[in-house]
T-cell receptor
Framework: GAVVSQHPSRVICKSGTSVKIECRSLDFQATTMFWYRQFPKQSLMLMATSNEGSKATYEQGVEKDKFLINHASLTLSTLTVTSAHPEDSSFYIC???????????FGDGTRLSIL | TQLLEQSPQFLSIQEGENLTVYCNSSSVFSSLQWYRQEPGEGPVLLVTVVTGGEVKKLKRLTFQFGDARKDSSLHITAAQPGDTGLYLCAGTITAGNKLTFGGGTRVLVKP
């Protein structure tokens, strides 16, 4: 149980393109989803927390207009990297939780490469 | 400065040796988790500790939570090449499940 699916697993696109990443909880309802970014050989850095039906809460230094998060249902959250540039290239990981005191279950990540 | 400091950052050992990874903070954590992550994949939860002084064992892995709930350690006995990976500690400070991750320890077990 508690499977989180992320799609796509890898995307390569040109600078200026907007890229959407999906995070789905397959067998539970995720009231909260988290989005992380991980640079090579570094740890996970939390970007934002999203609760179903409300606006995401962004961590300090993360541009909300650059990284658009939508959590319209209890099983799906999306992260859109708008007008992506090479410096946005990274490994993006989502996690989902069924409640505020429940563990996070992680997806397998999306490798984003901007040329 | 990270809220959770992990040490060492990198560890290379021979198969059969033991290793210990440390996770330290000046803050008190309500719970602390250890993950292992392989390249190109998401982190996989190994254990959650919540009680000060708690010790949990998972086959050759032993996890300890400090009495004051500010530090934790992961000890691997007789390491195998399959133990190679990035080990991450992560904790929750307040009520809720927002995680703060340590910087990670990259472990390489050579056959």
């Amino acid at each position: 149980g508690a499977v989180v699916s992320q799609h796509p697993s890898r995307v390569i696109c040109k600078s200026g393109t907007s890229v959407k990443i999906e995070c789905r909880s397959l067998d539970f309802q995720a009231t909260t989803m988290f989005w992380y970014r991980q640079f090579p050989k570094q740890s996970l850095m939390l970007m934002a927390t999203s609760n179903e039906g409300s606006k995401a809460t962004y961590e300090q230094g993360v541009e909300k207009d650059k990284f658009l998060i939508n959590h319209a249902s209890l099983t799906l959250s999306t992260l859109t990297v708008t007008s992506a540039h090479p410096e946005d290239s990274s490994f993006y990981i989502c996690s989902a939780s069924s409640g505020s005191n429940q563990p996070q279950h992680f997806g397998d990540g999306t490798r984003l490469s901007i040329l | 400065t990270q809220l959770l400091e992990q040490s060492p950052q990198f560890l290379s050992i021979q198969e059969g040796e033991n290793l210990t990874v440390y996770c330290n903070s000046s803050s008190v954590f309500s719970s602390l988790q250890w993950y292992r992550q392989e390249p190109g994949e998401g982190p996989v939860l190994l254990v959650t500790v919540v009680t000060g002084g708690e010790v949990k064992k998972l086959k050759r892995l032993t996890f300890q939570f400090g009495d004051a709930r500010k530090d934790s350690s992961l000890h691997i006995t007789a390491a195998q090449p399959g133990d190679t990976g990035l080990y991450l500690c992560a904790g929750t400070i307040t009520a809720g499940n927002k995680l703060t991750f340590g910087g990670g320890t990259r472990v390489l077990v050579k056959p």
